[in-house]
Each structure stands twice: as structure tokens, then as C-alpha cells.
């Protein structure tokens, strides 16, 4: 850098510039600010729905936490109860922990598991083939039916007992078990259907793989390294940003899930609790019980908890996250 | 936030497609996730409220009142078509009806009864409306039943006391209905099996189950196994001459639960009821997936005026009577209720609307039995016999032929009975699945019911 300035006898000595720079600075400044008016006022939609959709409500929920708030009784008769909600939550509450260890379950293994299947399928599909296309739109096709009530009634009709996946079974002489309705395999058939929707983390992932330079795979290929070397050195060093990013947002989507297990356990989140995800247990507190105070410490502490898992990521991804630029 | 960093509109899709060319940097990485929302939903989604718009009047300028039920499609128009008779004789009156399936409904009442906006009629049942009505939501109805707007001399007293609670009159029966077995009479008949009566005792029908079981080779099985409906239990209970609820309380022993959950373990192992898991599929009382409606098992424990529906989802031929036990342990009671907002602008209008739908008799003549028999004895009369079909026939004559068997009516169940009939068909899983013994289940049911009742 010292020495392109050097090079450069055209500019004015430092001694004369700070008095325009000065004046220049600040009509920068000034314009800069309409400027950023400008930009407050177009973003103004956006934000006041940001504050009367999102924030505000947010906020109402965690006031409402500190109450006995109960929907049906008019406002007058909510009262303030300080950490009481919180206090039952911790210690008079046993399905909060059954929940929390099913959506913990739920969580440490589906999640996981989709996105190493996601990257598998998206790495099969990287190949330019013929038919390339179909395929990335068949694999990406059950996302789009998404959390959707009508995908997880067709998998209460394919996984009970004498659903589509027995009768396949059953070709191969094995007698299957009523899945969705045995205490043992609900929570997996539930974990099963979340992993079949890969195709949002699979399309994030084929970019990904599509940004990683030839250069390097061909540098590798001379030096004489393995598939396998060159998948551990080359692929994943590379694509970590991009599975850091997957795995941020599956974890988030994951704990949140709600609608498969609702529906698929008829709003139970049975047999014997098995599919009580966390969720369900706010759901049920809210509008069957009709404690909404009480839920709303349950969603304020499982958003504590998302925020706490979120920070554990970004906190050790600088171990393992590699970005391109070298800011790191 | 930079105000001149110009942000691109699409960016919460960019993780759809195309990343930055050059690979990921940690900049557009935040970005990304700033653009992606990841607040968690429930925070917000619990404090939405809904409201309904419901304009002010003086009694003769023009009504609107929001009128809301559950149903089916069949329910939905002999409701408007009885609604639409009203409006016909007075037409300053508007009714906007809105209706939908009973999973979700009380979700939806509660969130737009949330501060006070409750529709001006709405439909309910015994296990919400201790909890709206102890809630202060709905309009004290004892001023009309008083003074006659709505009529109610013609109503059996049990009924119009089941729905009184805190001696106010907090919602009018749409109807009277009773627990019923519905039996599958073709399969029966296969069999060469008798159907069951009225006052079989437990015993006898559990033995009759387990008979049905063996003849049927193991395809079917003879009963569902009830021992997670409160239902089931409460005319146990009722049958020797207990109760369910004192009051807020439970009237019932740690004793008598044991023994209501050994009844079913014993009845499992008989072979009488189906494994657990198959079981849980009709836990949630839902007509379509009843045991008798997927042949699994012979005989289900419904309410008698869901006969008619129930034949509707199969093709085999249905038949109806008590639950087993004393028949004293039965009553009168009120399938659903009429309520009323408390909020109303036109609370007159709204009793004149109740008391239409429950003694006019072209009215009685429109909704038929669908929510069980009329209260009003004259309309009842009218309307069993314009009946034609098959299935609400019986529903009458079961109703009729058990009517004077009755025992006297409990009161409505309490606040927290919502919450309480789950925690018993969780408990009771637990016994069925094999996973606690009755005395377990029963201890741990009544530690979670101190907490619920609370």
C-alpha cells in the first residue's frame, strides 16, 4: 500500500486536504442521512408489520408469561404472578420434560440424519446427466408439500397397521408393527416423514457444491488423491458454510415442527406421549387448558433455548467453518 | 443497520437458488439468516387475538348476529335452512353463520372469544362450558327462562338444569342424548350371536366380547376397550350410584379407579378388546376412526345420537343400546347447548333466536334428531313422527325406551374437565400399553388431577 501511494505525486500534500474533506465529509453526511430516510420510508411496510405482527405480540407474550392470563376472562382479571409460570414449568410439570426429551430425541436424530441424506442426494445429483433435471425436481417435490395436514394424514394411512408400508412387509413375509400406534416407533415414523422433506437443504447444498472450483478436484487428481480424499479434503472443507447455514436452519425448523405430530397423533401427541413434541405441550396448555401465561413461558423458555442452541453453533463453527474470503 | 446499503427485496429466497458467486463469505452469511425469519412463531401466535365486528343497534333497526357451530356438511344446512326460516319472519334480523368440523373448534372459539368478542350465539358442549361459563364469556340466560322469552315449561327439568351452573342459566340444551353402544347388527348376525341389552352388567358384556372374539376366528374383536373415556367410567361410577365430580372435585376413590382399570386388563386378557395400539386408533372418539366403522371390533362406546352418522361411514348394519351397568346410571342429558355472548349488542334478539330454534316446532321439524332428541316434549313428539330416516328413528326409540330409566342429572362438569379427560385417557394408555399397573395409573391420575383442579 506504501508504495501506490508513493507512485502517485499527483495528489494534493495532506497538509491542504482536511478543510474540504472536512466539508465534504459532512455534506456526505447530510445527504447520506435523506438518504437513509429515504430508505426508513420504503422500509416502512415492512417494518411496521415487523413491529404490529411480530414484535408486538412477542412482546405481549412475554409480559403474558409473568400472568395467569387464561383467554376467556376479560382483561381486567389478568394478574401479574411473577416467576410462578415458571417456577410450576420446572418443578410441578412432568410432560414439559417428556416433551423435552421426545423434541430432543426428535431433534439429535432427524435432524442430523436429514442433512446427511440431503447431502447425499444432492452430491448424486451434482453429475451432469441426462435427466439431471427430473431427478432434483422429484427429490426437491415432497418439500413442497411441506408441514402440509395432508401429507401426515397419508402417513397415518401408510404406517398403521394395515397400511401401504406392511403390505409391502408382507411381500417379504415379514409381519410389521402398527407404527404410528406403538409407543416405541411413533416418534420414528414422525422422524421418518421429517427426513423424507430434504429437498429445501438438497437445493442449498447443490449450489454449494456447484461454487466449490474445479481447479482444486483437478489439482487433486494429479497429485494422485482418492474420491474419498478428495470428498474430506476438498468437498467438505469447502461446503462447510453451507452446512453450518443447513444446519443452523434444520435445527431451527426441526425443534419447531408441529403440524405432522399434531395431526398424526389426533392432537394427542400419543401413544403414551410419545409424540409430545415440545410444541404440542404449548398447544395444549394455550387452548385445552387454557393456561396461555403458563404457555407463554413455555415458548419464551424454548425460545431461550433455540437463541441458546443458535449461539453454541456460531460460537464453535469458527472450529470447523471455512470461508472462502480468508476473514478467518 | 446500514440505511445506504441497498438491501435486495429477494433476499430471504436467495437460499432457494443461486448463492454469491465466489463462494460464502461470513458477511453473506448473515445475511442470509437475517433474511430468513427465525423467530419462533408460537411467541407471537399465542398473543394474536381475532375479533368480529359486531355494529350497535336499537330493537328495530337492523340485527346482525354471528352465530356459530361445529358439524358436518349435513348439520351445516338443516342449520341454515332452520336460521333462514327465522330471518324470513324477521327480517331486520341478519345472521351471519359460520361453522366447521369439531377438531380446531374450540381453538378458533377461544381465540376470538379472547377479549371479550365471543360470536353471539354459539354452540358448545358440556366439556367446554363450565369453562367459558366460569370464564364470565357467556350471557346470563336466567332473566329469558324467567320471564318466558325463552320458553322452557316444556322442556324436561333435567335438561334445563344441565344447563345451569352457579345458579345462573348459562346456556339452553339443543337437544338430549345419551352414551350409547353402537354394535355392528351384520356381523352379529354372521356370528349367530345375540346383540346386547340394556342392563347387561359389565361382566356379562365382557364375556360376551370375549365370546364374539373367538368366534370371529381372531379377525375382529368383540369390544373396544373404554377404559380411557370418561364417559365409560363416569356411568360406571353413576351405575353404583357414585359420581365423577363433586363440585369442582372428584367424587370418586383411588379404590374405584384401580378397579375401573383391572375391569379392562382383565377384559384384555379374556381377549375381549384389542391391543392397545389398536385402541389408541379411535381414542379420540372421532366417528371415522371407531373400531366398529374399520371392523375391528364388534361393538364401540358412542353417544346415541351419532348412530345415524356413524351408518353413514359403513355399509354394515348398525344397532344401539345402553352401556352396560344399572341403566340409573344414565340422564337426560344435553348433547349440546345454545350460549350466548355476554358482549352481545342484542341480547333480546338473540333469546328470541334460542327460543325459536328450541320450541319452534317447524324449526324442531328442519334440525331433526342431528343434535339429539329436542327438549320442547311437543316438538319432539312433531319430529319423531315426520322421521324418515332409519337410523334417527332408532336414536328415538332408544331414547325413548331408556328415558324412564334414567337417574337424576349431574351438574355440568367443572372448570378444568378439558384438561382432565385427557390426563385420564393418558393414564389409562399407560395401563392398557402394559407400561403401569392400575394401582400406578390410578396414583399418578390422582396427583395430576389435584394439580388440574387446582
Not at chain 2, 342424548?177 to 353402537?182: G, L, M
Request: glycine residues 8%; charged residues 20%; proline residues 6%.
Amino acid at each position: 500500500m506504501a508504495l501506490t501511494t508513493a507512485s502517485r505525486p499527483a495528489l494534493p500534500v495532506p497538509a491542504a486536504t482536511p478543510p474540504p474533506a472536512r466539508g465534504r465529509r459532512k455534506k456526505n453526511y447530510a445527504a447520506r442521512r435523506s438518504e437513509g430516510l429515504a430508505g426508513y420510508v420504503f422500509l416502512s411496510p415492512w417494518l411496521i408489520g415487523l413491529m404490529a405482527i411480530t414484535a408486538f405480540p412477542m412482546l405481549l407474550s412475554l409480559y403474558l408469561s409473568f400472568t395467569n392470563y387464561d383467554v376467556l376472562s376479560s382483561w381486567e382479571f389478568v394478574e401479574w404472578v411473577g416467576f410462578d409460570n415458571y417456577e410450576k414449568i420446572f418443578t410441578l410439570d412432568p410432560t414439559f420434560w417428556q416433551s423435552v426429551r421426545v423434541t430432543l430425541t426428535f431433534g439429535l436424530i432427524a435432524i442430523p440424519l436429514k442433512l446427511v441424506a440431503s447431502l447425499g442426494v444432492a452430491l448424486l445429483l451434482n453429475r451432469e446427466r441426462r435427466g439431471v433435471g427430473l431427478f432434483r425436481s422429484m427429490f426437491y417435490l415432497p418439500s413442497l408439500l411441506g408441514g402440509s395436514v395432508a401429507l401426515a394424514l397419508v402417513w397415518v394411512a401408510m404406517f398403521n397397521g394395515e397400511g401401504a408400508f406392511n403390505a409391502g412387509l408382507s411381500i417379504f413375509g415379514i409381519e410389521g408393527k402398527n407404527w404410528i400406534n406403538d409407543p416405541d416407533w411413533a416418534l420414528a415414523t414422525l422422524m421418518v416423514l421429517t427426513i423424507w422433506q430434504f429437498g429445501a437443504p438438497m437445493v442449498i447444498f447443490l449450489a454449494g457444491l456447484k461454487q466449490v472450483p474445479t481447479e482444486l478436484y483437478e489439482a487433486a487428481q494429479v497429485d494422485g488423491a482418492s474420491k474419498y480424499k478428495q470428498f474430506f479434503h476438498i468437498t467438505l472443507p469447502m461446503l462447510s458454510p453451507v452446512i453450518f447455514f443447513n444446519l443452523l436452519l434444520e435445527t431451527i425448523n426441526g425443534f419447531q415442527g408441529f403440524t405432522s405430530a399434531f395431526v398424526i397423533s389426533n392432537g394427542t401427541g400419543g401413544p403414551l406421549g410419545a409424540t409430545k413434541l415440545y410444541t404440542l405441550h404449548i398447544y395444549d396448555k394455550a387452548f385445552t387448558d387454557f393456561e396461555m401465561g403458563y404457555a407463554s413461558a413455555l415458548a419464551w423458555i424454548f425460545l431461550a433455548a433455540i437463541g441458546l442452541i443458535t449461539i453454541v453453533f456460531f460460537s464453535t463453527g469458527k472450529f470447523w467453518v471455512h470461508y472462502s474470503d480468508g476473514e478467518n | 443497520m446500514h440505511p445506504a446499503t441497498p438491501a435486495p427485496a429477494d433476499e430471504p429466497t436467495q437460499h432457494h437458488g443461486s448463492l454469491p458467486a465466489g463462494g460464502l463469505n461470513r458477511r453473506h452469511l448473515l445475511r442470509l439468516l437475517a433474511g430468513t425469519a427465525i423467530a419462533v412463531p408460537a411467541a407471537g401466535l399465542l398473543a394474536a387475538c381475532g375479533g368480529e365486528e359486531e355494529p350497535a343497534v336499537d330493537p328495530n333497526a337492523p340485527v346482525t348476529v354471528a352465530f356459530f357451530w361445529w358439524g358436518g356438511e349435513a348439520r351445516a344446512k338443516l342449520t341454515e335452512e332452520a336460521l333462514k326460516l327465522y330471518t324470513s319472519k324477521h327480517p331486520n334480523v341478519t345472521i351471519t353463520p359460520t361453522w366447521q368440523a369439531f377438531t380446531g373448534y374450540y381453538d378458533k372459539l377461544a381465540t376470538i372469544s379472547a377479549g371479550g368478542n365471543a360470536p353471539d350465539i354459539f354452540q358448545i358442549d358440556d366439556n367446554g362450558l363450565a369453562e367459558y361459563a366460569g370464564r364470565n364469556v357467556t350471557l346470563d340466560l336466567s332473566k329469558y327462562t324467567a320471564n318466558k322469552k325463552i320458553d322452557v315449561s316444556k322442556h324436561p327439568e333435567s335438561l334445563t338444569k344441565y344447563g345451569q351452573l352457579g345458579g345462573k342459566q348459562v346456556a339452553i340444551a339443543t337437544g338430549e342424548n345419551t352414551p350409547a353402544i353402537i354394535y355392528d347388527k351384520t356381523k352379529l348376525t354372521e356370528l349367530g350371536i345375540e346383540v346386547p341389552q340394556i342392563g347387561w352388567t359389565y361382566d356379562q358384556m365382557i364375556t360376551w366380547g370375549a365370546g364374539v372374539t373367538t368366534k370371529a376366528g381372531g379377525k375382529y374383536w368383540g369390544l373396544m376397550d373404554p377404559s380411557s373415556d370418561y364417559k365409560a367410567l363416569w356411568l360406571w361410577l353413576r351405575a353404583q350410584g357414585k359420581e365423577f365430580y363433586d363440585g369442582p372435585k372428584i367424587a370418586f376413590s383411588e379404590a374405584d379407579l384401580v378397579a375401573w382399570f383391572q375391569l379392562w386388563v382383565d377384559a384384555r386378557t379374556k381377549g375381549a378388546t384389542p391391543p392397545a395400539d389398536v385402541c389408541h386408533e379411535a381414542v379420540t372418539g372421532s366417528v371415522a376412526t371407531q373400531l366398529v366403522v374399520t371392523k375391528k371390533a364388534a361393538v364401540s362406546f358412542m353417544w346415541s345420537n351419532q348412530l345415524s352418522e356413524m351408518q353413514k361411514a359403513t355399509k354394515n348394519d348398525l344397532g344401539m343400546t345402553a352401556y352396560p351397568g344399572d341403566p340409573k346410571g344414565q340422564w337426560a342429558r344435553a348433547s349440546t347447548y345454545w350460549a350466548a355472548s355476554r358482549t352481545t349488542k342484542a341480547p333480546d334478539v338473540v333469546a328470541d333466536i334460542i327460543n325459536f330454534l328450541v320450541n319452534d316446532v317447524e324449526a324442531g321439524k328442519i334440525l331433526g334428531v342431528d343434535r339429539g332428541l329436542p327438549n320442547n316434549l311437543d316438538v319432539r313428539k312433531a319430529v319423531s313422527d315426520a322421521l324418515t330416516d332409519q337410523k334417527m328413528k332408532d336414536t328415538v326409540a332408544f331414547e325413548n325406551e331408556i328415558t324412564p330409566k334414567f337417574g337424576p342429572a349431574p351438574a355440568p362438569p367443572p372448570k378444568g374437565h378439558s384438561g382432565l379427560r385427557n390426563t385420564l385417557r393418558d393414564i389409562a394408555e399407560t395401563v392398557s400399553y402394559g407400561k403401569a399397573t392400575p394401582e400406578a395409573a390410578a396414583k399418578q391420575f390422582f396427583t395430576e388431577a389435584a394439580a388440574a383442579l387446582a
